[in-house]
Every structure is written in structure tokens, then in C-alpha cells.
């Protein structure tokens, strides 16, 4: 499973951190955020080099978009379209209601495996649910800390989000305008968790086999109307052990 972790502040210079952690298969191949689609010359984010997709993007027009797998979907299936087309369609978008708008259609479009998404602009945030059944949810995002695994928002069923989201909530927030992601960045890379849940119960994933955190992702959108330009950061590997740098425009 990934993590997502949003910080809503309606009002505040900063009004929308998220952080992200991607856990895959290690030998799958992809490209560090940047702009690979020709298509979409607005769009910044990595690239999943088997089915062309992402699992995290930014645009120019402030929409950031992550998606992750919920429980037991992991990897493609037959007759199934890629999830990482997703945050494509939704980062073609000019706001974050456009862009929810965007995966709605594609999901009534083509089928797709279960999924969680977050989405969001400087002034509003979504995360979706799409089930085993077909169908598909959107929830506004509160006015305040959250976290998306392959569960619900801030779901207690979560081993993760029931051992992290206490610890983030406590932690000192980020500061983007002085580059201090400190507190966060800290707990992103901790490998600590509860007995019974195993490593996958831990932010960053080291299980010893194929599976595990390959990367992580820090996004921060200003208020608009500021000089602040958006920040997007970037580990190529498990936080902890790979520095984060910027996202070049």
C-alpha cells in the first residue's frame, strides 16, 4: 500500500501540505517527475515506464493528484485499465472540482481496479474511493490533517494510519517557506510498527523481498494572489536514505 498525508489550512499562507510515500514492486521501472507527456506540457510528475502513467503529479495550474491501490489490488488484471491514468485526467484539469470531475468520467469510461485518490488545489481537496464493486466516491477533505493507505481517510482499520496519523498530528508542521519538512520527512522514513501488523504496518516498507517504499513525494500549493510558487520535492528512493530535491518547472 502507499500513504498519502494532506494538511488542510483554509486561510494560512500555505493551505495545502501533502506528503506521499509510494510503495511498489522494486523491479518495476519508472521516471522521476518531470514533464514526459508531450500531450500534457502543464503536467510534472513521475512516470510508471510499463503503462505510461503516474502515481503523483502537479500542474501549472496548482492541482496536485496521487493515486493509491486499496487492499488486495495490487498490480494490473485482465480487461482492466491502468489506474495510473488517473491522476493523468485529473491533473488535465484547472481546479480540483474539474479534476475529480475528470476521473468520474474516466471511471464511467473504462473499468478500473479498486483505487484511493487525493486531490486537490489551494482551495479545496477531495479524496475518492473506487471498490471492488464499481462504484465510485468523493468526499470533501476536512479542514485539517489527513491520511489515505489502501483504507478509508483516516481509517482506524488502517494499521498504519491507526499508529501514524497520532504521531503527524503531534509533529511540528512544515514550513515550506523555509524548506523545514523536518518532522515529517522523520516520520516518512520510520520502519516502526506494531508486531502483529508486520512491515507493511510501517510508514517506510522494508520487507526483504521485491516489495517496499521506492519513493517519496512532498508537495505544498501557496495561497493564490502571493509570490510563493508551489514546492514540489522529490526522494528517488526510501526517505531516510535518499535526500529530497526539487521538482525543476
Do not use: K
Not at 54 to 59: A, C, F, M, P, Q
Amino acid at each position: 500500500m502507499c500513504t498519502v498525508i494532506v494538511l488542510r489550512r483554509p486561510g494560512h499562507p500555505w493551505p495545502l501540505l501533502l506528503a506521499a510515500n509510494r510503495d511498489e514492486m522494486a523491479d518495476r521501472p519508472w521516471d522521476p517527475p518531470g514533464r514526459h507527456w508531450p500531450g500534457r506540457p502543464g503536467t510534472r510528475a513521475g512516470r510508471d515506464r510499463l503503462a505510461g502513467g503516474t502515481w503523483l503529479g502537479l500542474n501549472d495550474a496548482g492541482v496536485v493528484a496521487g493515486i493509491l491501490n486499496r487492499r488486495h489490488s495490487l498490480g494490473p488484471a485482465p480487461g482492466m485499465a491502468s489506474r495510473g491514468e488517473l491522476p493523468l485526467r485529473a491533473l488535465d484539469a484547472a481546479d480540483a472540482q474539474e479534476a475529480v470531475a475528470n476521473v468520474r468520467a474516466a471511471v464511467a469510461e473504462a473499468p478500473y481496479r479498486p483505487f484511493n485518490m487525493v486531490i486537490a488545489d489551494a482551495a479545496a481537496g477531495f479524496w475518492l474511493r473506487h471498490t471492488d464493486d464499481g462504484v465510485t466516491e468523493h468526499f470533501a477533505l476536512p479542514d485539517n490533517l489527513g491520511m489515505v493507505t489502501a483504507y478509508d481517510l483516516n481509517d482506524p482499520a488502517s494499521p498504519r494510519a491507526a499508529r501514524f496519523l497520532p504521531r503527524f498530528t503531534a509533529a511540528p508542521v512544515p514550513d515550506p517557506a523555509a524548506g523545514d519538512w523536518t518532522a515529517w520527512t522523520d516520520l516518512l522514513g520510520s520502519r516502526d510498527h506494531a508486531a502483529w501488523a508486520g512491515p507493511d504496518g510501517a510508514l517506510c516498507v522494508v520487507r526483504g523481498d521485491a516489495f517496499g517504499t521506492v519513493s517519496s513525494s512532498l508537495v505544498a500549493l501557496p495561497a493564490p494572489g502571493g509570490e510563493a510558487a508551489p514546492v514540489f520535492l522529490f526522494a528517488p528512493g526510501r526517505p531516510g536514505e535518499a535526500a529530497y530535491a526539487p521538482v525543476t518547472a
